[in-house]
Structures are given as C-alpha cells and as structure tokens.
C-alpha cells in the first residue's frame, strides 16, 4: 500500500507565500517607481497673439485670407522629467472649418530639460478656400462689424519623454490637439494667458538612451 505524503500541505502553502509575498513586492515597487518618477503636466500658455488680416468673400471665391501670431510658452515643472518635443503643429479653426496646418519648423526639434520654460512662435497666414453655411456667414459679418473675432486654435504634438538614462519612443500623447478659445481684435494684440495643461500619457516601453 502506497504510503500517503503528509508535506505536501505545508509545500503548497510555503509556495502561496512565495507567490503573494512576490505580488505584494511587485505592487510596491510600481508603487514607489510610481511616486518618484510620475511627471506632472506641461502647461501650454498663450501669452500674446495678433490678427492682422481676417477677410471672407463668401459671394465670389469662398476664401478666408488670414495672417495670425502666436507666442506660445511652454513650461515643464518636472524635476527628474525631460521632453524631446519633435513637432509642433498649430491647427487654426474657424467655425469648426480648419482653414491652415502650421509646423513650427523655426522651433521643433528641441529638448526641454528639467525645470525649463520654453516660448515658441507660430505664424499663421496664407488663404484657403472654405464653403460656410449661412449662418456662419452671418456670424462672421456680425463679428467683423464689431471687429472681434473667435478663432479657436488646436496643437498637435509628437513628443518623448526622458527619465534620466532612459527615454520613451516617440508617441503622440491620446489627446493630440489642445484648444486655445482666443478672441482677436483686428490689428490689435491680446494678452489673454489662455492656458491649457497636456496631460501625459502612457506611450510605447522606454528604451535605454544612446
């Protein structure tokens, strides 16, 4: 008759220990990996912006001829966080209709260290072809007599974030744009400090720095 193992309770139990014990580890380590290295969020500030030019004929060509800047301050209140910001696009709307795409080539590619506030320049002028509804036709001739103008301006970003030897792959964070709700007199600059924050989020695994 085959003699019953009177251990394997206590081998069961001393390898439940090992488990838990090596989950509760794992769990606090995030934790404190969490608490050390978890980067606060960027804020993004307007500080200054004019409008030049902003005409619509909606009777003959349905094109909106603009000429736009913006001075964009960028701060990292990080202390152990660094980003590598590869490109900024401004995305103006008017209406909810785009009418421009602008990549600050005179800005991107650049590093922003620890700590860093950064400004960077968006010129936004040229003329594109925009088919409006009339009632947005009407809004526009009702803002251009009183001589204010709301445009909303978007950012598109594509940015790694460095955590001292390490560094993430390029990602663009989930929400891509951010919204600028500017109100622009004509000829006229506005010093409004819209600020809108950019939250991080999680892009590919981290790569060890070259």
């Not at 001393?14 to 980067?39: A, G, T």
């Not at 004509?186 to 010093?191: C, E, I």
Request: charged share 20%.
């Amino acid at each position: 008759m085959a003699r019953r193992n009177r251990c394997w309770p206590f081998n069961f139990m001393c390898c439940f220990c090992v488990f838990y014990n090596s989950i509760l580890i794992f769990i606090i380590s995030v934790f404190i990996f969490y608490l050390i290295f978890v980067p606060q969020e960027l804020k993004f500030t307007v500080t200054d912006a004019s409008l030049t030019r902003f005409d619509y004929n909606s009777t003959a060509s349905n094109t909106l001829f603009y000429n736009m800047a913006l001075n964009i301050t960028i701060r990292n209140p990080n202390k152990k966080v660094g980003v590598y910001f590869n490109r900024i696009q401004a995305l103006p709307q008017y209406e909810k209709k785009r009418f421009s795409l602008v990549t600050l080539t005179n800005s991107t590619p650049f590093y922003q260290g620890h700590k860093n506030t950064t400004i960077v320049n968006a010129i936004i002028e040229g003329q594109q072809v925009i088919l409006f509804k009339k009632k947005e036709v009407d809004k526009y001739i009702a803002e251009k007599n009183v001589g204010v103008y709301s445009i909303e301006v978007k950012l598109a970003l594509r940015v790694k974030a460095r955590y001292g030897k390490f560094k993430s792959r390029y990602y663009k964070p989930q929400k891509i744009t951010y919204q600028f709700y500017l109100y622009l007199l004509l000829s006229h600059r506005v010093n409004n400090n819209v600020q809108q924050n950019l939250p991080w989020q999680e892009g590919p695994a981290a790569t060890h720095a070259a």
